[in-house]
């Protein structure tokens, strides 16, 4: 199992940057591909960005490539979000999630779950 909390979400102005990081439990981080999912108010949650167990790959929602970058650092179990240029579209809850073997978009093939943190961008 893995226990995952997501911190950096908060209030900023379309145009601007924030970094999201998750942070996971136990010593079997890297044995997890990790996503992170967000839910905009009143709507359903939807795929942002994934990466592999090891980093070497990432797969992006077409909606954030180009402003949004994952990465991981499986030393500090952490994963991270970076994303650039935000948009008032971009306010939203964001979840980190984890799975041993799913690698792909659909949230309900994730295994572990974040509690969220609020992005909202002002315009």
């Known amino acids: 199992q893995v226990q995952l909390v997501e911190s950096g979400g908060g209030l900023v102005q379309a145009g601007g940057s924030l970094r999201l990081s998750c942070a996971g439990s136990?010593?079997?981080?890297?044995?997890?591909?990790m996503g992170w999912f967000r839910q905009p108010p009143g709507k359903e949650r939807e795929f942002v960005a994934a990466i592999s167990w090891s980093g070497g790959s990432t797969r992006y929602a077409d909606s954030v490539k180009g402003r949004f970058t994952i990465s991981r650092d499986n030393a500090k179990n952490t994963v991270y979000l970076q994303m650039n240029s935000l948009k008032p579209e971009d306010t939203a809850v964001y979840h980190c999630?984890?799975?041993?073997?799913?690698?792909?978009?659909?949230?309900?093939?994730?295994?572990?779950w974040g509690q969220g943190t609020q992005v909202t961008v002002s315009s």
């Open positions: 136990g010593r079997t981080f890297s044995s997890y591909v």
């Open positions: 999630a984890a799975d041993p073997v799913y690698w792909g978009t659909r949230g309900n093939e994730y295994d572990y």
